[in-house]
């Protein structure tokens, strides 16, 4: 990570992107930054490691910003690096903090104790939730429940083996909005190759979905795109186009 990226690390953890609440939707970006306040000195971590997806998920906050455009949707993005602490995890998943992350390791994490991860909750985790709580609350006071969809990113290839999918949908026991999505993106005319739990399973308890859509019963979805596909701003802004068209109607459907 540059000393350029250090400087532009936003004072609060969370990034707010207003918009209408009684709209139907709040989107949220879990991994949207690669930044690390300078306290924290990078992690001990390499400069070359934060522009890989172990740091954040490439492209994923593009998408979501111009979603929320398209749509005068709500959205949270976080403003901190997955390295530091991981929001779409439980609270006691064990990799919630990584110590070793695809073949790197992350010196800053290596010896942290209880106390530690307590701090890094209180700074950088619940404040996300939190924000999550408040945007949920607007909407309902709003007289609109919202779909919660969550904007992800994934590599090409893992540990050498190429993934064939150019999106996937990733949902736990409610498909009220996953299971059309799907169905349109495979509709699609451009005949895209699109994972139902895939590359990821959905059911992942304690992340950000499970805390706050299924466990009030909202119609929700989390949507990974191939990061070679979003990797620029045109790439971003097509996928946002696609996805907003499919978006509006499935939204006000479920």
């Not at 996937?168 to 993106?185: K, M, Y």
Request: proline share 9%.
């Amino acid at each position: 990570m540059t000393a350029a990226t250090s400087a532009r690390h936003p004072p609060q953890p969370v990034e707010t992107i207003p918009g209408d609440p009684a709209c139907g939707l709040l989107l949220l970006c879990d991994h949207a930054s690669n930044a690390v306040p300078p306290d924290l000195d990078h992690l001990g971590v390499a400069a070359p490691h934060f522009e890989r997806h172990i740091a954040y998920d490439i492209g994923a906050a593009a998408v979501t910003r111009a979603l929320a455009r398209r749509l005068g949707a709500p959205a949270l993005l976080t403003t901190f690096s997955r390295l530091i602490i991981d929001p779409n995890r439980g609270r006691t998943d064990p990799t919630l903090v990584m110590r070793l992350s695809d073949g790197a390791v992350v010196p800053g994490n290596a010896r942290i104790g209880p106390e530690g991860v307590a701090e890094r909750l209180a700074r950088f985790y619940d404040p996300y939730d939190r924000a999550i709580d408040e945007a949920v609350a607007a909407a309902f006071a709003a007289g609109a429940p919202p779909a919660i969809v969550t904007v992800h990113s994934f590599t090409p290839a893992w540990r050498g083996v190429a993934r064939p999918w150019h999106v996937g949908i990733l949902w736990d026991r409610d498909d009220r909005l996953a299971g059309p999505l799907i169905a349109a993106l495979r509709a699609d005319p451009a005949r895209f190759t699109v994972g139902d739990n895939q590359p990821y399973g959905g059911g992942l308890p304690g992340d950000t979905i499970d805390r706050h859509a299924m466990a009030r019963g909202l119609p929700n979805a989390l949507i990974e795109i191939r990061q070679d596909l979003i990797g620029d701003e045109a790439g971003a802004e097509d996928w946002a186009a696609r996805f907003s068209a499919l978006l509006g109607p499935l939204v006000a459907r479920a």
